[in-house]
């Protein structure tokens, strides 16, 4: 059993108010996390349309470039846009930095329809009947001059959702969705 004098408790007790007052910032700085501007590009490689944008400025989502994101990730099919999970754009924005990139998304597939998802479903094993597409959580991607293994790669290891390998076909599709890979 150890005995603390007095004199000693209140020692010890300053002690510790001090050094937990000297661990409080004098300053208050924003986290980095809520500063800054994430900025992306798009090239829909069915529509040749492209848009580039800062959707993302020092925490705050930008709803008109994003917009106009949605617009060329359209079902070009049936010509009809939805909003994109905006997590999509921040693992393609983190994806681009991982690769060290500046080129634009060439984009295969953005946004589809469920009648679009249907048509291609019954055209093709290799579309989901439940897509991600559908719900604007999904898209497919190349980006010029970088190996589509080293994109697969890359995207894997953000570990921020789905990350499908389709190399006949060019591309790597990416969701928003649990992780997982094929």
Same mark, same amino acid.
């Given at each position: 059993? $150890?005995?603390?004098? &007095?004199?000693?408790?209140?020692?010890?007790?300053?002690?510790?108010?001090?050094?937990?007052? $000297?661990?409080? &910032?004098?300053?208050?700085? @924003?986290?980095?996390?809520?500063?800054?501007?994430?900025?992306? /590009?798009?090239? *829909?490689?069915?529509? /040749?349309?492209?848009?580039?944008?800062?959707?993302?400025? =020092?925490?705050?989502?930008?709803?008109?470039?994003?917009? =106009?994101?949605?617009?060329?990730?359209?079902?070009?099919?049936?010509?009809?846009? +939805?909003?994109? =999970?905006?997590?999509?754009? !921040?693992?393609?924005?983190?994806?681009?930095?991982?690769? #060290?990139?500046?080129?634009?998304?060439?984009?295969?597939?953005?946004?589809?329809? &469920?009648?679009? *998802?249907?048509?291609?479903?019954?055209?093709? #094993?290799?579309?989901?009947?439940? $897509?991600?597409?559908?719900? /604007?959580?999904?898209?497919?991607? @190349?980006?010029? !001059?970088? *190996?589509?293994?080293?994109?697969?790669? +890359?995207?894997?290891?953000?570990?921020?959702? /789905?990350?499908?390998?389709?190399?006949?076909?060019?591309?790597?599709?990416?969701?928003?969705?649990?992780?997982?890979?094929?």
């Amino acid at each position: 059993m $150890s005995i603390v004098c &007095p004199a000693r408790r209140q020692l010890l007790l300053g002690l510790g108010g001090v050094a937990m007052f $000297s661990m409080i &910032p004098t300053k208050v700085q @924003a986290s980095r996390s809520t500063t800054g501007v994430r900025s992306l /590009g798009f090239r *829909n490689l069915h529509t /040749g349309e492209r848009g580039q944008g800062s959707y993302w400025i =020092d925490g705050s989502y930008q709803s008109g470039i994003l917009s =106009d994101f949605s617009h060329i990730l359209r079902d070009h099919r049936r010509n009809e846009s +939805a909003p994109m =999970d905006k997590r999509l754009y !921040d693992l393609l924005f983190k994806l681009k930095e991982s690769l #060290n990139v500046e080129q634009d998304f060439n984009v295969i597939s953005g946004y589809r329809s &469920p009648k679009t *998802n249907a048509m291609l479903a019954s055209k093709s #094993n290799g579309v989901a009947k439940k $897509s991600y597409h559908m719900k /604007g959580m999904a898209m497919d991607i @190349a980006i010029p !001059d970088v *190996n589509l293994s080293h994109l697969r790669e +890359a995207a894997i290891e953000l570990k921020l959702g /789905g990350v499908g390998y389709y190399p006949q076909s060019g591309f790597i599709h990416v969701d928003t969705g649990p992780v997982r890979t094929w």
